[in-house]
């Protein structure tokens, strides 16, 4: 296959995806998106990619090259559909109770008079989060009204997008863990467990440790639902354990990095990626 | 191996010649330096901050 990367930082996950597609005698060519430009109007300047493995670490420019690509007709994994349904957490929440798939109790508002009343029905602590951004960056858990009112007035002055859409959820009691599984085409071979005593965001950003997760079928079968539902090729799906509702999904990212999964389960998950995209290429 | 010239310090940063533009280097003195290609060779300019859409 000819494998096109299309990146703007190459890191662990980019390096190792082309050398473990290269080692399985794929073609791979880098784009770097900084050197990338496309003219509607002109023909396309990559001939012949059999699949685009969207790697950008920015949504804006992994939604537009993914976009592109899609364009000018070839596999992109994952494509902007799957992207804007992971990158907007309010749709990613809607698809999902859409489907019946268990999430946390989520709260939207549009004004802080009417995200405070909702909070309280919620219950404290409330857990704040800008609708899009990761690495659990300005999540913010709000003890009580007080802090929680803070928290709004920050988001009014913060530069994020969506800053008048006010994302609440309640502060689910998890242990001092969560679950990160990965979906590759039809399968969810591996996950890890991200344990934090220190910091209730459980991130491996901000500090969480990895530890392997054992699957169980449940665990595969939900995140294969998640699947069905976002769209998408490679997904990793983020799950909070509640003692007594189970399984919710948080979040689902459409770019996940891996180094950690790869590291403390030992296994080969770009080489695993890339005979999947194989098969999928050949049907 | 090429030498190259850090931006900010003015110091000599060795990169793999097969390098891709986007790799980061990291150099003594501190900086966060990422590869690029001007004129078809490899250089050096100071990497791009995370921005508010980075991350998984
Ligand atoms: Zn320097």
């Known amino acids: 296959m000819i494998v096109g990367v299309t990146y703007d930082l190459l890191r662990w996950e980019e390096r190792n995806l082309i050398q473990e597609a290269t080692k399985l005698g794929h073609k791979v060519i880098p784009i770097y998106t900084k050197d990338f430009y496309h003219l509607f109007s002109e023909d396309n300047q990559f001939q012949n990619l059999d699949v685009v493995l969207q790697r950008n670490t920015s949504h804006q420019r992994a939604l537009s090259t993914s976009l592109i690509f899609e364009t000018l007709g070839y596999n992109v994994i994952n494509d902007s559909r799957t992207l804007i349904n992971c990158e907007n957490k309010l749709i990613t929440t809607a698809l999902l109770s859409r489907h019946n798939i268990k999430v946390p109790k989520t709260a939207i508002a549009f004004s802080k008079d009417k995200a405070l009343e909702v909070a309280s029905k919620l219950g404290y602590p409330a857990v704040i989060k800008p609708i899009e951004g990761s690495w659990g960056r300005m999540v913010a858990k709000a003890v009580d009204e007080d802090t929680l009112r803070s928290f709004l007035e920050y988001q009014d002055y913060t530069s994020v997008g969506f800053k008048n859409v006010y994302y609440i959820q309640e502060f689910v009691k998890k242990p001092d863990r969560d679950i990160r599984i990965f979906v590759i085409g039809d399968e969810a071979p591996v996950g890890i467990y991200r344990v934090n005593t220190k910091n209730w965001r459980t991130n491996t950003a901000l500090g969480a440790i990895a530890e392997p997760l054992k699957i169980d079928d449940e665990l595969k079968d939900l995140a294969l639902k998640v699947k069905e539902v976002i769209g998408g090729f490679f997904l990793g799906i983020d799950v909070f354990e509640d003692k007594e509702r189970g399984y919710l999904v948080d979040e689902v990212n459409g770019v996940p990095e891996f180094k950690n999964t790869v590291r403390v389960n030992q296994f080969n998950l770009s080489e695993y990626l890339i005979r999947k995209i194989e098969e999928w290429i050949r049907k | ?56």
């Open chain 2, 1 to 56: 191996m090429v030498t190259l010239k850090c931006p900010v310090c003015g110091g000599q940063v060795n990169v793999e010649d097969d390098a891709l533009p986007g790799e980061i280097v990291e150099h003594e003195c501190g900086a966060q330096l990422e590869v690029y290609k001007e004129n078809g060779k490899l250089a050096l300019r100071l990497a791009e901050q995370v921005g508010e859409d980075w991350g998984e």
